[in-house]
């Protein structure tokens, strides 16, 4: 094979109530080439580990030794900031090996393995809307007219931080909230209702809990509504946001944003990403 490229998604967990089992894709990608070569190597403008414990080519060990190969990586997806950064390597790394090898892997679960949960790496794989239940993720296309905006702050979270700040159990009023409000998004994603997208965007799980880690990521959740937008969530452990709203209202929303994120953040105009991830033989 003279090689193979392998194009992943950005991906965004949560969403709101849906702890560890909602997830979406979004329009950033990662890209990774895959070459035969004198030696290995790892070449990228990013600020990447160049040797075997990157993890694209951990993942790519798993199935096929990397030995005379060069891996080129080019990103869109902040390293930071709970956009499935992680997810989006692992996946490019297991694709190009089973690619490369032949293999007749599945890469769901593998990936699932080494990211220790199912929500980005499923999105990153079928693009669109996820819920992950069981063994198998369902996908859905994300409904037309809906967009999507981020605000990525400067300063990272730790995930073991962002994870040691949650409960060993959950008080049964907040389970009842969360499962009736993610019932209310999913029904307002597949009705196309943006009424109840907005009213199912609540959480009262996990992001109230991690608000000190991210105190002006949260203020934000609370301002959806006035800078134009049906909502806001923050992405898997944070500390970006993730602004939902109207394709007609996306320049106005920016601009709003933008002003009260200048200073500690950067603003993006993202989207949801129907697509998941290709492998193309090059």
């Known amino acids: 094979m003279a090689g193979c490229r392998v194009r992943v998604p950005a991906s965004s967990a949560n969403l709101g109530p849906g702890f560890d089992s909602f997830a979406a894709a979004l329009a950033l990608h990662l890209e990774v080439e895959v070459r035969p070569a004198g030696k290995f190597s790892v070449e990228s403008d990013l600020d990447l580990p160049g040797d075997r414990s990157n993890l694209i080519v951990r993942s790519f060990e798993r199935l096929h030794p990397a030995d005379g190969l060069s891996f080129r990586v080019r990103s869109e997806i902040p390293l930071t900031g709970g956009l499935g950064s992680s997810a989006a390597a692992i996946v490019a790394g297991l694709l190009a090996a089973r690619e490369w090898s032949g293999s007749g892997a599945d890469v769901f679960e593998l990936a699932c393995e080494l990211e220790g949960h199912p929500d980005n790496v499923a999105a990153a794989l079928h693009g669109g809307f ?146 998941g991830a290709s492998t193309l033989s090059v």
């Not at 009842?176 to 209702?193: D, R």
């Open 130 to 275: 996820v819920i992950c239940a069981d063994d198998r993720p369902v996908r859905f296309d994300p409904p037309a007219g809906l967009d999507a905006l981020l605000v990525v702050p400067d300063e990272p979270v730790r995930t073991a931080a962002a994870r040691a700040a949650l409960p060993a159990e959950v008080p049964l009023g907040e389970a009842v909230f969360n499962t009736a409000h993610g019932a209310l998004l999913v029904l307002g994603l597949a009705q196309g209702s943006w009424e109840l997208v907005a009213r199912g965007l609540v959480d009262r799980l996990h992001q109230p809990r991690r608000a000190h880690l991210f105190p002006r990521s949260y203020a934000l959740l609370g301002e959806a509504a006035s800078v134009g937008a049906l909502g806001a969530t923050i992405s898997g452990a944070g500390p970006s946001v993730l602004f939902w709203c109207l394709a007609e209202h996306s320049a106005d929303v920016l601009g709003s944003l933008g002003d009260r994120a200048d200073g500690w953040a950067s603003v993006m105009h993202v989207g949801f990403e129907a697509v």
